[in-house]
């Protein structure tokens, strides 16, 4: 049964480039949500998809941006990368209404 | 943003001893207290996680505890091994079953052999 698979799983881009990641969510999981994790700090939460829908928002301004196909699948976009938006960011996939996410292994994001 | 405070930053702990971890939130609504361990290169992965209609909640090795007045909970490991050296994070979330997770800062676990 596989897991939370996201790709790529690094990735260098230069400021003011865009950038998207992307996530498949374990079988049987119907939502997803992102997560931004700076070095040496725990995962900030960005935004939650469910039924294609951005149901829950972080402290994040809209240059994080997303997606989720029906497939259940999602992207994260983001525009104007700053060094700041430097990080590992998580996809975590769960049931809807249930506790308990599972997160992927990442995408490190260098912003140069 | 609402927080939740973990201490300490960074641990050493002998082959066989126990690991403390302490955590302290400010929104009294949460209502779910999750734990995740994460390796290098890798994701947070659940270990226990606990509500707060209970005071205790132990699996194997670990086990959380957790004091609703204080507005406080920890994680104790047991008997540490090396395989247990990691970063481990606790979190919570408001009283809706899987909405966001707000996390501590991280604590670095070393179980030295």
């Known amino acids: 049964d596989a897991g939370v698979t996201q790709s790529p799983t690094h990735l260098i881009k230069t400021r003011g480039q865009q950038v998207t990641l992307r996530c498949s969510p374990k079988?049987?999981?119907?939502?997803v949500s992102w997560y931004q994790q700076a070095l040496g700090q725990g995962p900030q939460f960005i935004f939650q998809?469910?039924?294609?829908?951005?149901?829950q928002r972080g402290n994040f301004p809209d240059r994080f941006s997303g997606h989720q196909f029906p497939n259940y699948s999602s992207e994260l976009n983001v525009n104007a990368l700053l060094l700041g938006d430097s990080a590992l960011y998580l996809c975590?996939?769960?049931?809807?209404?249930?506790?308990?996410?599972?997160f992927g292994s990442g995408t490190r994001l260098t912003v140069v | 943003q609402q927080q939740v405070k973990q201490s300490p930053q960074s641990l050493i702990v002998q082959k066989g001893g126990i690991s403390i971890i302490n955590c302290a939130y400010e929104?009294?609504?949460?209502?779910?207290f999750p734990w995740y361990q994460q390796f290098p290169g890798k994701g947070p992965a659940l270990l226990i996680a606990?509500?707060?209609?209970?005071s205790e909640k132990k699996e194997g090795r670990f086990t959380i505890s957790f004091n609703k007045s204080a507005k406080q909970f920890s994680l104790h490991i047991m008997d540490s091994q090396p395989g247990d050296s990691a970063t481990y994070f606790c979190?919570?979330?408001?009283?809706?079953?899987?909405?966001?997770?707000?996390f501590g800062k991280g604590t670095t676990l070393s179980v030295s052999s």
């Open positions: 975590a996939s769960s049931l809807q209404g249930r506790d308990g996410y599972t």
């Open positions: 979190a919570a979330s408001p009283n809706q079953a899987g909405t966001a997770l707000i």
């Open positions: 929104n009294t609504a949460f209502d779910y």
């Open positions: 079988s049987g999981h119907d939502t």
């Open positions: 606990i509500r707060p209609d209970v």
């Open positions: 998809y469910y039924e294609e829908e951005e149901r």
